[in-house]
């Protein structure tokens, strides 16, 4: 354990990468919100700090730098450690789909595998033309509505979340991106204020961790709001609203795609004869369904009680 927290001798952004990685092992912190190890979260961070961004030419990790650079530095790791507060928050900002995205304790960090979705335009499992309507249902900071915008192809997006303060944070991501003319944010209870809009597709990333989880969840997760998390229902309290109601608001050849993670075989065993197609990650990630508007359509007509009682 290294006993300074600024030791004098470090002098390069070499050395500050290589110090912060030390102790970020050391204090055997979580990973999962952007990065994948202490090296990795050290990368990031020295790099954010310092503006170099995440490839730079050989010879920056030997610039040495200033002493309020150091000072900020010492300051960032240690607050890393002591308060296992994830970096992004630190940094207030966030990496998705290459873009850069504002993100404070009134969103999740950005990190989902639908990412990948959008990088390939959402194919096989939608093919979206020009002019396609999309709706990204629970926005959180907006990332997947204003990445939808910016990697597709004159589509326009709704946005919807019911919470006031992700949606400060997703109206400051949509200025900061230029796309208020391409994205729409709306404050509603899923589909309750989109007065029957109909789109080609929908995304949703809503809360899905199981309330018994939520407890054994790594402390850096208690710094996200916990309504962004937390469902009931083993996670599928909203869920079970989506599969109701997204029949009455795709197109005919509209494709519902929802993130369930950990919920995956809870939603296996309420739903086992929905025939989903689940969704394969290059870059890892699971838990993420597709589904045509044609079967769901189908399901819900076999299937009016169950959609009776969580229509909304």
């Not at 469902?231 to 109701?244: E, K, T």
Request: proline residues 6%.
């Amino acid at each position: 354990m290294y006993s300074q927290k600024n030791p004098p001798e470090l002098t390069t952004v070499a050395d500050w990468i290589r110090f912060a990685t030390s102790r970020f092992a050391a204090a055997s912190l979580h990973y999962g919100h952007g990065t994948a190890s202490a090296s990795d979260e050290a990368h990031a961070l020295v790099m954010q700090v310092l503006g170099l961004g995440f490839a730079p030419a050989a010879y920056v990790y030997q610039a040495t730098l200033t002493a309020t650079e150091r000072e900020h530095l010492a300051s960032l790791i240690e607050r890393r450690i002591a308060e296992r507060i994830p970096l992004p928050y630190l940094l207030g900002s966030a990496w998705f789909c290459g873009l850069e995205f504002t993100v404070d304790p009134r969103v999740l960090i950005p990190r989902s595998p639908i990412a990948e979705l959008i990088e390939t335009r959402f194919e096989p499992w939608a093919a979206l033309a020009p002019g396609a309507r999309i709706l990204d249902m629970c926005t959180g900071s907006g990332c997947i509505a204003i990445a939808c915008a910016l990697w597709l192809d004159d589509v326009t997006v709704d946005a919807v979340d019911l919470d006031d303060d992700a949606l400060a944070v997703a109206g400051a991501n949509v200025a900061r991106h230029a796309v208020s003319d391409r994205v729409t944010l709306h404050r509603s209870d899923l589909f309750s204020a989109l007065d029957g809009r109909r789109y080609d597709l929908i995304v949703a990333n809503p809360p899905y961790v199981p309330p018994a989880s939520i407890e054994h969840l790594p402390p850096e997760y208690a710094h996200e709001p916990t309504v962004a998390l937390r469902a009931d229902d083993d996670g599928l309290a909203l869920v079970h609203r989506l599969i109701a109601a997204a029949v009455h608001h795709l197109t005919d050849d509209g494709v519902l795609i929802v993130e369930v993670g950990e919920s995956a075989d809870s939603f296996v065993e309420a739903y086992p004869s929905l025939p989903v197609m689940w969704c394969e990650f290059e870059r890892g990630g699971d838990g993420v369904f597709a589904l045509n508007a044609s079967a769901l359509g189908e399901y819900a007509a076999a299937s009016p009680a169950r959609d009776s009682r969580h229509v909304g």
